[in-house]
């Protein structure tokens, strides 16, 4: 299944209107969001064709990560008047649309994937790292 958001979720979901670029800008970073979803929660796409729940929830989290672009095209985090100074929101600043970790969990949940209460993901390790020693007091 293709991308199930559309520019017009993106304005109904904003709280300013959207130009006309902004809502063609938007149409494509919809695009470059579902791709980063499918890439990151694998079964998003399956389970959009059987559960029309889980659909809104992912057109939701879709529109979270393009607004977050559109809503901030400066990437400023704070501003002062005085001495004028502004700082840059380093997720946004570079201009990257991204899944945050509370998004990840929220499209990941009752997946079916496991019985577990939770999952614990796995790290690569790196090729230095020492075994550990254990120590038994007497």
Same mark, same amino acid.
């Given at each position: 299944?293709? +991308?199930? /958001?559309?520019?017009?979720?993106?304005?109904?979901?904003? @709280?300013?209107? #959207?130009?006309?670029?902004?809502?063609?800008?938007?149409?494509?970073? *919809?695009?470059?969001?579902? /791709?980063?979803?499918?890439?990151?929660?694998?079964?998003?796409?399956?389970? *959009? +064709?059987? =559960?029309? %729940?889980?659909?809104?929830? $992912?057109?939701?989290?879709?529109?979270?990560?393009? @607004?977050?672009?559109?809503?901030?095209?400066?990437?400023? #985090?704070?501003? /002062?008047?005085?001495?004028?100074?502004?700082? *840059? =929101?380093?997720?946004?600043?570079?201009?990257?649309?991204?899944?945050?970790?509370?998004?990840?969990?929220?499209?990941? *949940?009752? =997946?079916?994937?496991?019985?577990?209460?939770?999952?614990?993901?796995? $790290?690569? $390790?790196?090729?230095?790292?020492?075994? $550990? %020693?254990?120590?038994?007091?007497?």
């Amino acid at each position: 299944m293709g +991308n199930p /958001a559309m520019s017009s979720d993106l304005v109904a979901r904003s @709280l300013r209107t #959207l130009s006309d670029q902004e809502q063609t800008v938007g149409q494509t970073l *919809l695009d470059d969001a579902w /791709a980063i979803v499918t890439a990151e929660v694998p079964n998003a796409s399956t389970r *959009l +064709n059987t =559960d029309p %729940q889980y659909s809104s929830l $992912v057109i939701r989290v879709l529109c979270a990560m393009v @607004l977050r672009v559109l809503n901030n095209p400066d990437g400023k #985090l704070s501003e /002062a008047v005085d001495d004028y100074q502004y700082r *840059l =929101d380093a997720s946004v600043s570079t201009g990257a649309l991204y899944l945050s970790d509370d998004e990840r969990d929220l499209l990941g *949940l009752g =997946d079916g994937t496991s019985d577990n209460a939770f999952t614990i993901r796995q $790290v690569a $390790v790196p090729y230095r790292a020492m075994p $550990v %020693q254990w120590e038994f007091l007497p």
